[in-house]
């Protein structure tokens, strides 16, 4: 496991936490095929990093790897971005046309990240190029065979939005041959420490300075929840390369200079202020009377309606 640690690491994968070394180990070992992946993680766990890593050790290493990322293209665009379009398909379109990202990816690998963004029509004509392996581009007729291999990737609950009508489940199957899921950093420890430090030496070689941290400044970032992941982690790295002139890393320098990301305390509900019946009765009574009589502004009216002689509202009045 430490070997096929050490392996990775040659490669920029920093995994050191058995769960992950496991994940790669499977990756390795489903590469070569030609099967759809569906990669499931949180933001900044790196599954695009994951995906780049299926695709160097398949047979298409050689072909072109494309990153869609779903939710940064606008949804007007999106068609024409992704299957192209004939000359002159439509008002403003290029005169020799233009070759879309599933076009450009022939032979590859097809990444589509954030794949939960989709509304249900592209969804739909992107069933047509993973089912049947073709596509038609914007303003042809005819449909062109396809050959590429798809890895998708979300941070969403895809079963959760088709339980909601909110993504199709032929689709779903299609892209989910086999699937990953990247735990967060908050779910392998092991991971933090190991991306410090490898983070520290990229980061030395950057900027010409070396960093090293105090036993306590380690355990301090190590108790962070890092909800960012590995993104918040390269952040605070290169952050604290950029700006800070130490070469030792304290524990109070990290506590006074940086804010780290944390779950929102959970909301404590108070307990309500129970009172003697008797109390809590007389003060609806209280209540109730004042609103009768704001309402009806008579006397007589809201002793009939609260089912009292006058006189003995003219009672209840005084200790009101």
């Known amino acids: 496991m430490e070997h096929f640690s050490d392996i990775l690491l040659n490669e920029g994968i920093v995994a050191r936490d058995s769960s992950m070394v496991k994940l790669y180990s499977d990756a390795l070992s489903i590469a070569p095929t030609d099967a759809n992946i569906l990669i499931v993680g949180a933001s900044g766990t790196g599954k695009d990093c994951l995906a780049k890593f299926i695709h160097r ?9 494309i990153h869609i990322n779903c939710s940064a293209i606008p949804a007007e665009l999106f068609e024409s971005e992704f299957f192209g379009y004939e000359s002159g398909a439509f008002t403003g379109s290029s005169a020799s046309g233009r070759q879309g990202l599933i076009a450009q990816a022939a032979g590859g690998t097809l990444f589509l990240d954030e794949i939960g963004e989709l509304d249900l029509d592209l969804q739909t004509k992107l069933l047509q190029v993973v089912q049947e392996h073709s596509m038609r581009s914007i303003g042809s007729t005819e449909y062109t065979s396809v050959n590429i291999r798809v890895i998708a990737a979300t941070n969403r609950s895809l079963p959760g939005m088709i339980k909601a009508g909110q993504f199709r489940l032929d689709l779903y199957y299609r892209l989910n041959v086999v699937s990953f899921e990247i735990p967060p950093l908050s779910r392998r420890r092991q991971d933090i420490r190991a991306l410090i430090e490898y983070l520290s030496l990229r980061f030395g070689q950057v ?49 006074e200079n940086y804010r780290f990301s944390r779950s929102p ?31 009806t502004r008579d006397l007589d009216e809201a002793a009939q309606i609260l089912g009292m002689d006058r006189a003995a509202l003219n009672h209840r009045l005084k200790d009101i």
């Open 57 to 65: 050790h398949s047979p298409r290493a050689g072909a072109p790897f």
């Open 207 to 255: 900027y010409g300075c070396q960093k090293t941290f105090t036993p306590e400044a380690m355990g301090f970032l190590l108790d962070q929840e890092w909800l960012g992941n590995i993104r918040e982690i390269q952040n605070f790295m290169e952050k604290l390369y950029v700006l800070e002139d130490a070469s030792v890393i304290t524990d109070t320098l990290l506590k």
């Open 265 to 295: 305390a959970p909301q404590t509900s108070q307990a309500p202020e129970f009172k003697p019946l008797k109390q809590a009765v007389a003060e609806f009574q209280k209540t109730y009377i004042t609103e009768v009589l704001r309402h």
